[in-house]
C-alpha cells in the first residue's frame, strides 16, 4: 500500500484521529502536547499517528491535507486543523461538540 492509500484508509478508519509527534502519553513537541489536552479534555476517545515512527506519512500528509504543520485534527474524515485551531475551538467550546458530534454522543 503506498503511503497516501495508507493515510487516505487511517481517516477513514478513525472518526477522530490526530496525526502528531509521539504520543498521547509521550508528546514529542509542544504543539501536540497541547493538541492531546484540549482533546483529552473533551472526553471522546481518539486515535493518533505518531508522525514520528511513520517518516512517509510526515513526507506525504502535508501535501495531501495542503497543511504544511503538525500536528492535524481529522473528524470524520475532513481536516478539523491544528494546534491553534484546535485550542481556539476548544475554548469557544466548539472542539467539545464537533467530538461529541462525531462519536454520536452528542446531548441535546
Do not use: H
Not at 32 to 42: D, F, I, K
Not at 83 to 95: A, K, N, P, R, S
Request: charged fraction near 20%; aromatic fraction near 8%; hydrophobic fraction near 40%.
Amino acid at each position: 500500500m503506498d503511503t497516501v492509500a495508507q493515510i487516505k484508509q487511517q481517516i477513514s478508519d478513525n472518526t477522530i484521529l490526530l496525526y502528531m509527534k509521539g504520543s498521547p502519553k509521550l508528546p514529542m513537541c509542544g504543539f501536540s502536547a497541547q493538541a492531546v489536552q484540549a482533546l483529552m479534555a473533551c472526553g471522546q476517545e481518539f486515535a493518533y499517528v505518531d508522525i514520528l515512527q511513520n517518516p512517509d506519512i510526515r513526507a506525504e500528509l502535508p501535501k495531501y491535507a495542503e497543511w504544511p504543520t503538525f500536528p492535524q485534527l481529522w473528524v470524520k474524515g475532513e481536516l478539523i486543523g491544528g494546534c491553534d485551531i484546535v485550542l481556539e475551538m476548544y475554548q469557544q467550546g466548539e472542539l467539545k461538540s464537533l467530538l461529541d458530534q462525531a462519536a454520536g454522543t452528542e446531548t441535546a
